[in-house]
């Protein structure tokens, strides 16, 4: 269950920054406009790499990122499949599947055997760092970022934890 809540956060937070991406993108100079999307696409691009290896499915991709730099129409549809695809399928995987070893071949040609247990908290941190980077950009050309800290989240979703204790 602690997986499902950190993939609804991931997906948020996504979801959070490209807003902030969004309304800014055009104040930012074109060199950091183009990093912001292309570092969150090497992000979406990594996660349905690693979707597909959990499926057992031929890759849609050859590069952890893409040639073309997508626009943030298409980023924000290709984060939001893969993040809706990593809610669900923590919603319901078992302790056994979250066991399970797949041995896979990296895009470099480096191979690799991590159970999916591992697959997930490598797709948790390595989004995390990489919105952090993309975060960067904006708070260093002066423009707002989002405050998308999983503590946040959790009393967004959950406003009860607001609630003062009284003992």
Excluded: C
């Excluded at 992000?43 to 849609?60: K, N, W, Y």
């Excluded at 002066?142 to 003992?167: A, M």
């Amino acid at each position: 269950m602690l997986f499902a809540s950190a993939f609804s956060y991931k997906k948020w937070a996504n979801s959070e920054l490209l807003i902030f991406g969004e309304r800014q993108l055009s104040q930012l100079p074109e060199a950091d406009a183009t990093f912001f999307i292309r570092i969150l696409n090497h992000t979406t691009v990594v996660d349905s790499l690693f979707i597909s290896r959990i499926l057992g499915e031929p890759e849609q991709y050859q590069a952890d990122n893409t040639a073309e730099t997508p626009t943030l129409a298409e980023l924000r549809e290709r984060m939001d499949k893969h993040d809706s695809w990593l809610v669900a399928y923590t919603e319901s995987a078992t302790p056994q599947e979250l066991q399970r070893e797949i041995a896979f071949q990296f895009v470099d040609g480096s191979h690799g055997r991590l159970s999916v247990e591992e697959i997930l908290l490598h797709l948790l941190t390595h989004g995390s760092n990489h919105r952090g980077m993309a975060s960067r950009v904006l708070a260093s050309n002066g423009l707002d970022r989002p405050s998308d800290t999983f503590t946040r989240y959790l009393h967004q979703v959950e406003p009860g934890r607001r609630e003062e204790i009284v003992s």
